[in-house]
Structure formats: C-alpha cells, structure tokens
T-cell receptor
Framework: AAGVIQSPRHLIKEKRETATLKCYPI?????VYWYQQGPGQDPQFLIS???????DKGSIPDRFSAQQFSDYHSELNMSSLELGDSALYFC?????????????FGPGTRLTVL | DAKTTQPTSMDCAEGRAANLPCNHS???????VYWYRQIHSQGPQYIIH???NNETNEMASLIITEDRKSSTLILPHATLRDTAVYYC???????????FGKGTRLSVIA
C-alpha cells in the first residue's frame, strides 16, 4: 500500500540558511500534519492543513511557514536556520471521515544544522 | 500540554503480555484514547483507540476504566520487535493534531 513520502530524507544546512521539506500524503488523504522531534525529545505538533487551508497551528516558529498545494502535497519552509532546528521532521496524513481518524506518518526528514 | 501520564519505562519478557498503563484524569466526554508507538526514530504508528468500551484488534487490546480516567494497553504476546516508545494520547474526534507526552519506553527482553 502507498505510504506517506517525505523528501529529502536527510538534509544538512548551515546556520542562517533556508530549507524546504516536502511531504506527499497517501492518495485520497485530505489532511496533512507536520511534527518536529528534537534529539531525545517527543514529537511536537507544528501545523496542519485540511483541503489546502491551515486547520491547526502548534508550536511552529515564525521563521517557518508551510502550505498545502492543489495536489495535496505539502511543503515546510524554514528560514534563518538555527542550531536548535536540528531535528527529525515528520509529516503525517489522514482522510476525513475515516473510522479511526488515524494519522499515517512518513519516514521523516532528518535536518542537521551546522 | 499532554493530558496523559505514563511510566517512563517498562521491561517485558518475550512471549509474555505487556501491560502499559496510562492516566488521563482530565479527559473530556468527547475525547478518545489513542495509542501510538515509535520504533527507534521511525514515524509513529497507530495501534488502537477507544472511547469508553474495551477494544481489541490484531495488534493489541485497550482496557478503559469505567470512569475513563485511566486505561491500559495490552500486547498479549510481546516480541522483540515490540520494543518501542508507546504514547497514550487523548484527542477529540476528527482531524485533530496528536499531542505527544513523554510516553513509555518498553523493552522486550529475550
């Protein structure tokens, strides 16, 4: 079965650079979520989109922005990168009306800021 | 902030049942109890969820107390591949975010 696709899987950036992470949800899933997991930390919700509109906002820094496109893929844009942004970034998707309201997670993008 | 409290870690012998408790004393009437697990830096994986009745699927069983203030996830025959961090999450229905707490690190020992 198709799963959530994230690219790139690994990314290395310098401080103050920008980064763009991409997420391709499972076909027919209409909601995308972004989570950040720092080293030794638990996943933390950043932001979500439903039908290309922002639906919930968590602890996403102002330096970050995200959007969902017409084909339902989503991008997380990160600017003025800081050392503390080094983390695993997970994207998850779900389908409205599913019996379990289950979120399916991608493999994550590991961002390292040097 | 997470609305759940779980033990930091637990050990379980391979082949035995693993019982993971969770306290959620402030759960609201419309909130479900969800369990996810994360195997070493992989994306979290859904296990099971319930509202007030006990639930069972191919992976686990979920026992929710009558007052809904606590629950227990049961892995009936733990294997080494069940070693992971297990998260108990309460959330309203619909496409709502998951609020992860500290979770329980389960180690299954041969």
């Amino acid at each position: 079965a198709a799963g959530v696709i994230q690219s790139p899987r690994h990314l290395i950036k310098e401080k103050r650079e920008t980064a763009t992470l991409k997420c391709y949800p499972i076909p027919r899933h209409d909601t995308v979520y972004w989570y950040q997991q720092g080293p030794g930390q638990d996943p933390q919700f950043l932001i979500s989109f439903y039908e290309k509109m922002q639906s919930d906002k968590g602890s996403i820094p102002d330096r970050f922005s995200a959007q969902q496109f017409s084909d339902y893929h989503s991008e997380l844009n990160m600017s003025s990168l800081e050392l503390g942004d080094s983390a695993l970034y997970f994207c998850a998707s779900s389908r409205t009306g599913s019996a379990r309201d289950e979120q399916f997670f991608g493999p994550g993008t590991r961002l390292t800021v040097l | 902030d997470a609305k759940t409290t779980q033990p930091t870690s637990m050990d379980c012998a391979e082949g035995r049942a693993a019982n993971l408790p969770c306290n959620h004393s402030t759960i609201s009437g419309n909130e479900y109890v969800y369990w996810y697990r994360q195997i070493h830096s992989q994306g979290p994986q859904y296990i099971i969820h319930g509202l007030k009745n006990n639930e069972t699927n191919e992976m686990a069983s979920l026992i929710i107390t009558e007052d809904r203030k606590s629950s227990t996830l049961i892995l009936p025959h733990a294997t080494l591949r069940d070693t992971a961090v297990y998260y108990c999450i309460v959330r309203p229905p619909g496409n709502t975010p998951l609020v992860f707490g500290k979770g329980t690190r389960l180690s299954v020992i041969a």
